[in-house]
């Protein structure tokens, strides 16, 4: 059963990165029908997707955040990253890994890290 | 960005109530559309996709309906454990786009 574990550092100071890594555990992460993304909410707030990778590299990414982030991939470890530049308090939030399912019969996230939460504060 | 307008933002309904949850996008997206259901404290779980599709392994009194802008999350008989925030998710494009959630609460 596939599964995917966040871990980086809980509390991050204003106007540095953000890194967090996600370990992906009982799959491969060069499937050809699997996206692997990265979904922020902040407390008390709603879900917000900041970008998805593909095992080959190619990224898509939220164009809010498109100028701060970077997705990168690991397969030679079953991990991909991300970095999120130049943070603010606005930042924090809960930070989710998933695997996002793409195929002929849809594309959805289909499983979850449990999520880390973010702190950004000095 | 394809906005996703979710609604109502919150509901409170009685044990055995039909639920229903709209999305609509603010463009043709045709089927390309999640339902996905937050417990507190939980990460989010898929329970529609390609807007009629159940998850395998969810309950069948959850279903989803639409196409093209609008589109429906039915709960035909709400159950206790169903306390959550549903969030519509368009995958028509990308970037992906979340409603912005409903939250339901058991009366």
């Known amino acids: 059963q596939l599964q995917l574990q966040e871990s980086g550092p809980g509390l991050v100071m204003p106007s540095e990165t953000l890194s967090l890594t996600c370990t992906v555990s009982g799959g491969s992460i060069s499937s050809s029908t699997s996206y692997w993304g990265w979904i922020r909410q902040p407390p008390g707030k709603g879900l917000e997707w900041i970008g998805n990778?593909?095992?080959?590299?190619?990224?898509y990414y939220n164009s809010s955040l498109k100028s701060r982030v970077t997705i990168s991939v690991d397969t030679s470890k079953n991990q991909f990253s991300l970095k999120l530049g130049s943070v603010t308090a606005a930042d924090t939030a809960v930070y989710y890994c998933a695997r996002f399912h793409s195929n002929y019969d849809g594309e959805y996230f289909h499983q979850w890290g449990q999520g880390t939460l973010v702190t950004v504060s000095s | 960005a394809i906005q996703m307008t979710q609604s109502p933002s919150s509901l409170s309904a009685s044990v055995g109530d039909r639920v229903t949850i709209t999305c609509r996008a603010s463009?043709?997206?045709?089927?390309?559309l999640g339902w996905y259901q937050q417990k507190p404290g939980k990460a989010p779980k898929i329970l529609i996709y390609?807007?009629?599709s159940l998850q395998s392994g969810v309950p069948s009194r959850f279903s989803g309906s639409g196409s093209g802008t609008d589109f429906t999350l039915t709960i035909s008989s709400l159950q206790p454990e169903d306390l959550a925030t549903y969030y519509c998710?368009?995958?028509?494009?990308?970037?992906?786009?979340f409603g912005g959630g409903t939250k339901v609460e058991i009366k």
């Open positions: 998710l368009q995958d028509y494009n990308f970037p992906l786009t």
């Open positions: 990778i593909f095992y080959s590299g190619s990224t």
């Open positions: 463009q043709g997206i045709r089927n390309d």
């Open positions: 390609a807007a009629s």
